[in-house]
C-alpha cells in the first residue's frame, strides 16, 4: 500500500522527474492525495518546481480539488512561496503562471492575501490582463 504514494513522496527531490514518470507510466496513481489531502501538483507547486507542475498539469489532474488543509492549487502555491524551505532558489511565480493557463480561477481578493511582494504584484498584474479570470469569493 505504501508504494501508492512513491509518486508524492519522491517528486520534490532533486533529480526525479525521470523517476516520476516511469512510475506513472507503470501505472502509479498521478493524482492521488496524500495523507495531508495534497496532490502531487499541489505538492509541486508549493515546492516551486515548475518543469514538475508541468508534468503533473499534463496529466490532467483534479484542479478543483482542495486539500486536507482547505487549500486549492493556487493558495497551496501562494503558501509555499511564504513557508518552503527552499524558497528562495525556487519559482512559485512559475507555478502561478501555469496554474492560471491551466484555467484555475483568479478569486478577486487573493492578490492582496500573497505575502511576498512579487508573488502579490504577478498576481494583481495578471487579474488586471485577465479580469474574465479573476472571480469573486471562491476557495483561496
Known amino acids: 500500500e505504501a508504494y501508492r504514494d512513491i509518486v508524492r513522496v519522491i517528486l520534490h527531490l ?3 522527474l525521470d523517476h516520476v514518470k516511469r512510475l506513472v507510466a507503470m501505472g502509479v496513481e498521478y493524482d492521488r ?17 515548475p518543469e514538475v507542475m508541468a508534468y503533473f498539469l499534463s496529466q490532467k489532474p483534479d484542479l478543483s480539488h482542495v486539500n486536507g488543509y482547505g487549500g486549492t492549487l493556487l493558495s497551496t502555491i501562494i503558501h509555499g512561496s511564504e513557508n518552503c524551505p527552499e524558497r528562495a532558489g525556487r519559482d512559485h511565480i512559475g507555478c502561478l503562471e501555469l496554474a492560471l493557463r491551466a484555467g484555475v480561477a483568479l478569486p478577486r481578493r487573493v492578490p492582496g492575501l500573497a505575502g511576498d511582494p512579487e508573488v502579490a504584484a ?9 479580469p474574465g479570470q479573476v472571480v469573486d469569493g471562491g476557495v483561496a
Open 122 to 130: 504577478f498576481l494583481t498584474d495578471w487579474a488586471e490582463q485577465y
Open 33 to 49: 492525495p496524500d495523507a495531508e489531502g495534497l496532490t502531487p501538483v499541489q505538492v509541486a507547486g508549493w515546492e516551486g518546481l
Open 14 to 16: 532533486p533529480g526525479k
